[in-house]
């Protein structure tokens, strides 16, 4: 991210260059596809939070995690909506605006800076969705396997 922060100092919308770039992997792994760097960074985010919270999970047994389950839920369903939202006005400038899917920006509302780029916010957003409605469900369960106490 730092990379294409510093060699693409200049972009149109927030995150456009994290959305134009094109990461090469490496061999064996370039025979498959190349990854935008923000798409890449979302999944390392993503997969790094899993594995912490599978190492936690036997700590997070003992302790009340019902407070943080309902704000993990909320989290969850106000990110879904802004999910679902970010793919209606991204296909909606696009099929009114026409151009390459990914350097839309969402001009739809009064930024201060800069728009944010329909990509790079919707990726960002749905791991926001994925993290915390995985956290919730996983405190869930861990609730559900507490030994009842009478």
Same mark, same amino acid.
């Given at each position: 991210?730092?990379?294409?922060?510093? +060699?693409?100092?200049?972009?149109?919308?927030?995150?456009? @260059?994290?959305?134009?770039?094109?990461?090469?992997?490496?061999?064996?792994?370039?025979?498959?596809?190349?990854?935008?760097?923000?798409?890449?960074?979302?999944?390392?985010?993503?997969?790094?939070?899993?594995?912490?919270?599978?190492?936690?999970?036997?700590r997070?047994?003992?302790?009340?995690? @019902?407070?943080?389950?309902?704000?993990?839920?909320?989290?969850?369903?106000?990110?879904?909506?802004?999910?679902?939202?970010?793919?209606?006005?991204?296909f +909606?400038?696009?099929? @009114?605006e !026409? !151009?390459?899917?990914?350097?839309?920006?969402?001009? +739809?509302?009064?930024?201060?800076?800069?728009?944010?780029?329909?990509?790079?916010?919707?990726?960002?957003?749905?791991?926001?969705?994925?993290?915390?409605?995985? !956290?919730?469900?996983?405190?869930?369960?861990?609730?559900?396997?507490?030994p +009842?106490?009478?």
């Amino acid at each position: 991210m730092v990379y294409y922060w510093i +060699t693409i100092p200049n972009e149109n919308s927030f995150g456009e @260059r994290y959305v134009n770039s094109e990461v090469p992997l490496i061999f064996p792994f370039f025979v498959i596809m190349s990854f935008k760097p923000i798409t890449l960074t979302v999944y390392l985010i993503f997969t790094g939070v899993l594995l912490i919270l599978e190492a936690i999970k036997e700590r997070l047994r003992d302790r009340n995690t @019902r407070p943080i389950k309902i704000i993990l839920l909320l989290v969850a369903f106000a990110s879904g909506y802004e999910v679902l939202w970010n793919f209606f006005a991204w296909f +909606t400038a696009w099929q @009114r605006e !026409g !151009g390459v899917l990914d350097a839309i920006a969402n001009t +739809t509302h009064e930024y201060p800076i800069l728009p944010a780029n329909f990509n790079f916010a919707t990726k960002i957003i749905f791991l926001i969705f994925a993290l915390s409605l995985y !956290g919730s469900l996983l405190l869930g369960k861990l609730e559900r396997s507490k030994p +009842t106490t009478h």
